[in-house]
């Protein structure tokens, strides 16, 4: 599949991105969300950052689904999601070609 890169500004909390693309004459709108989880603010007595991300993404909006995982830091890391319902509809017309 192919993959649309766009730099996100490093703004704090969640950031909700639109973009309309033009796909083999069909246009259609993206929707991504960028948000950056804090290490601190996990809820689990583990120390471990693999068991977190196991948290964060279990009970994330089911609406969204993993996109991305960027590079974490010390005190965060930043995920992307990405709206299902865009998933299923690029996947569609992947398959169509």
Request: aromatic share 12%; glycine share 4%.
């Amino acid at each position: 599949m192919a993959h649309i890169a766009i730099p996100i500004p490093t703004q704090l909390g969640k950031q909700d991105i639109e973009i309309e693309v033009t796909i083999n004459g069909q246009k259609q709108a993206l929707h991504y969300r960028v948000e950056l989880f804090y290490w601190d603010e996990c809820g689990l007595p583990s120390v471990d950052r693999a068991d977190c991300l196991r948290h964060i993404l279990s009970s994330y909006d089911h609406d969204w689904s993993l996109y991305y995982i960027g590079a974490p830091t010390d005190e965060f890391v930043p995920i992307t999601f990405v709206k299902k319902e865009d998933l299923e509809r690029q996947h569609a017309l992947f398959l169509q070609k």
